[in-house]
């Protein structure tokens, strides 16, 4: 089949084309891999690729573009050298896509990405947020919610601290693009995607991934735990362009922070007072998220 062809499906020509094809080693219902599927249609063929360890190593390696695998660290830093090299040869064209975990984005990585951003590289660098470094062992990252239990906090000594706020981080040096999307928001996500590839300079994607294996839940339900994030407000659906102009999605729907804790194995441990506090601390980010928007929609 042709690689220039499309099909019409919910308002948009969706490529036919696959450059992240089957055949590889990823969990059952990884929402990581979808999540880079999904990118690669509407960014490609004309993009390379870097990732530093991650189980996108995984899958990955399975993709039909140029790919560079890096260090841990150094995922950000490998974009900017690959976007270097290609703008001595002139090549303008090709998109330099940056796709790591988030202990490779909130921890390890946050220098070099820091620095990127600083200056405002000219590549898109997307992080798949399965809040944990689940390809080791399923260890706490900062991206890890508080109150979760994982290898490296185990009970009864549940991780203490808040999940750090990256799209906050990445507006505060005030590059042209900071976004989150969702697997279970299709539309929303290859809008953004599409938003990004026509734009220069450093945009950045925080891309929640729920993970069967970390989060301990059913294979089958990766895009519904993706939903239920966003509707519980656990996870926010947001714009920033510049670090200054704020666009938040609410959802139509609201579910309790509740239903989306209880779907989880992680949070099995937890009383009815840590669930009221989680809820009390979604709805203060909401209310602080909120006052910073100058767009609000509905999804």
Wanted: charge should be neutral; proline fraction near 5%.
């Amino acid at each position: 089949m042709e690689k220039t062809k499309t099909l019409k499906q919910f308002g948009l020509e969706i490529p036919v084309a696959e450059y992240a094809p089957p055949g590889h080693t990823a969990c059952a219902g990884c929402a990581g891999a979808a999540l880079l599927r999904q990118m690669l249609k509407y960014l490609g063929p004309k993009v390379v690729l870097t990732n530093p360890a991650s189980c996108s190593g995984y899958f990955g390696r399975a993709v039909e573009i140029p790919l560079c695998r890096c260090l841990f660290e150094a995922a950000a830093a490998s974009g900017t050298g690959i976007r270097a090299a290609l703008d001595v040869m002139g090549d303008t064209e090709t998109t330099v896509l940056v796709f790591a975990g988030d202990g490779g984005t909130y921890d390890i990585g946050i220098q070099a990405l820091s620095a990127a951003a600083e200056r405002n590289e000219d590549l898109i660098y997307a992080c798949y947020d399965n809040e944990g470094y689940m390809m080791t062992g399923m260890q706490r990252s900062s991206a890890t919610p508080e109150r979760a239990w994982s290898s490296t906090t185990p009970l009864p000594q549940a991780k203490k601290e808040r999940k750090k706020d990256i799209v906050g981080i990445m507006a505060a040096h005030r590059i042209p693009y900071v976004t989150t999307a969702s697997i279970a928001y299709p539309q929303d996500f290859v809008e953004k995607v599409l938003t990004a590839k026509t734009m220069k300079g450093m945009r950045f994607f925080n891309l929640l991934a729920p993970c069967p294996t970390g989060w301990r839940f059913d294979t089958r339900f990766s895009v519904k735990l993706a939903r239920m994030a966003v509707q519980s407000r656990v996870f926010a659906l947001v714009e920033v362009e510049d670090g200054i102009h704020w666009k938040v999605k609410q959802p139509k729907e609201r579910i309790p922070v509740r239903d989306y804790i209880k779907a989880q194995g992680r949070f099995s441990h937890l009383s009815d007072a840590d669930i009221g506090a989680i809820e009390k601390e979604v709805e203060e980010e909401w209310e602080i998220l909120l006052a910073k928007a100058s767009v609000v929609e509905e999804i």
